[in-house]
């Protein structure tokens, strides 16, 4: 059984950075590939960034481009995203996902979900 747990979220101003990890535990970390979500108090749950199993290839949301980095060390079983440049419309509890078969921007496409960090934006 796989378990992901989330850490590094927490209050910051507009502008400032936090860095997110994810610990994998239960199958071979390095053979999912890995993703972030984001859920906002009432809205669905939406794609933020995923990353292949090798880390090779990476895909971010437009909304989050150019701002977020999303990687991973093997080594340590643990996936990161580091946030830069927040903005209130960041807010939201973001979870982890891996899966083995693949990857994608829809929730649909991974199987095992962490428990969610949440992450406040103040203006």
């Known amino acids: 059984q796989v378990q992901l747990v989330e850490s590094g979220g927490g209050l910051v101003q507009a502008g400032g950075s936090l860095r997110l990890s994810c610990a994998f535990s239960?199958?071979?970390?390095?053979?999912?590939?890995m993703g972030w979500f984001r859920q906002a108090p009432g809205k669905e749950r939406k794609f933020v960034a995923t990353i292949t199993w090798s880390g090779t290839n990476t895909y971010y949301a437009d909304s989050v481009k150019g701002r977020f980095t999303i990687s991973r060390d093997n080594a340590k079983n643990t996936v990161y995203l580091q946030m830069n440049s927040l903005k209130p419309e960041d807010t939201a509890v973001y979870y982890c996902?891996?899966?083995?078969?693949?990857?994608?921007?829809?929730?649909?496409?991974?199987?095992?979900w962490g428990q969610g960090t949440q992450v406040t934006v103040s203006s």
């Open positions: 239960g199958r071979t970390f390095s053979s999912n590939a």
């Open positions: 996902a891996a899966d083995p078969t693949g990857w994608g921007t829809s929730p649909s496409s991974f199987g095992s």
